[in-house]
């Protein structure tokens, strides 16, 4: 079993639209949560940490669920700057400071 | 503030040659990790290091590569005889404390064997 698993889509979507993206991780000691950005060969740049609360920016919605492992990331009203690939991140704890990538979901919004 | 620099951003190389990546932190950072991407995969974990140590390199290859992070100067990334399976794009990234916090990522370099 993969440490962090996505559907690699292709997510096609109309600008406008609402899309949601899932995640799980699998070891429950993993200690911060991430969804990066990627660009067609550029490097990830961070879109926002997620923490058990939820939080939001602006278009954006993130959700954490410890007990299930489960992140998601919410988009409103997609424009067509928000088609990229996402990726959720995790920092696995116990003392590893690494990032762990799951392998990203790609998103394309048709005009 | 300058990002994280990465250079070169495009590398090629034959096989059996040497392959050396440079990466200079943000300002102010002094943690180092370096991440490979494969063409059409996620990133993957090689090596944590702080300036003269190499804290975790529970990712990297057994064989032929190698990282350090002098007390001046870049961190570097060598890989020794490349073979066309080290093609990938090599991704740098820092940050301030190496607490479970974000990673701030460099452009990349994009290694070709030939």
């Known amino acids: 079993r993969k440490e962090v698993e996505q559907d690699p889509g292709p997510f096609n979507v109309p600008e406008g639209a609402t899309v949601a993206f899932n995640c799980t991780y699998s070891?429950?000691?993993?200690?911060?949560f991430f969804w990066y950005r990627q660009d067609c060969r550029k490097e990830p740049k961070l879109l926002m940490s997620v923490y058990s609360s939820g939080n939001e920016d602006g278009r954006f919605t993130a959700q954490l669920n410890r007990a299930s492992q489960y992140i998601s990331l919410l988009i409103r009203d997609s424009k067509l700057s928000d088609s990229a690939t996402y990726l959720c991140v995790v920092n696995p704890g116990q003392g590893a400071q690494k990032l762990v990538f799951g392998q990203g979901t790609r998103l394309t919004i048709n005009p | 503030n300058a990002g994280v620099m990465q250079n070169p951003r495009h590398l090629v190389r034959r096989r059996g040659q040497e392959a050396r990546l440079r990466c200079s932190p943000m300002?102010?950072?002094?943690?180092v990790y370096w991440y490979r991407q494969l063409p059409e995969e996620g990133l993957k974990f090689m090596v944590y290091?702080?300036?003269?140590?190499?804290?975790?390199e529970s990712g990297m290859p057994k064989e032929r590569f190698s990282a350090e992070f002098p007390k001046e100067g870049p961190s570097i990334l060598r890989i020794q005889q490349v073979v066309r399976g080290d093609s990938a794009a090599y991704f740098c990234?820092?940050?301030?404390?190496?607490?479970?916090?974000?990673?701030?990522f460099g452009p990349g370099t994009r290694l070709t064997v030939l």
């Open positions: 990234a820092s940050n301030p404390s190496g607490s479970y916090n974000e990673q701030f």
């Open positions: 300002k102010g950072h002094s943690h």
């Open positions: 070891n429950s000691a993993s200690q911060s």
């Open positions: 290091l702080q300036k003269e140590n190499i804290i975790d």
